[in-house]
């Protein structure tokens, strides 16, 4: 059985896991993403950069919580590959 990836944070900023307030959640915990799907996002003076899965996989964790600031390399996702 593959090893679980753990998606960082590739600058620093504050993450999202919403694109708007009034939206859901990119994805949920338990949930399957296909390789590029968009899991979240990071905002850095007001422009969004997407978070996205490596992999096809089960989200196991969210390592960061909404709207927490971050540091580039930063654990923020981790994922059960497929």
Do not use: Q, T, W
């Not at 059985?1 to 939206?23: C, L």
């Amino acid at each position: 059985m593959a090893e679980n990836v753990v998606i960082k944070a590739s600058m620093p900023g504050v993450f999202y896991r919403r694109p708007d307030p009034e939206d859901p959640v990119f994805v949920e915990e338990g949930e399957e993403v296909e390789a590029g799907d968009v899991v979240g996002l990071i905002g850095v003076m007001k422009n969004f950069h997407d978070v996205k899965a490596d992999e096809a996989g089960e989200v196991v964790e969210f390592l960061a919580e909404h709207e927490s600031e971050v540091d580039a390399g930063d654990e923020l996702v981790e994922i059960a590959p497929a």
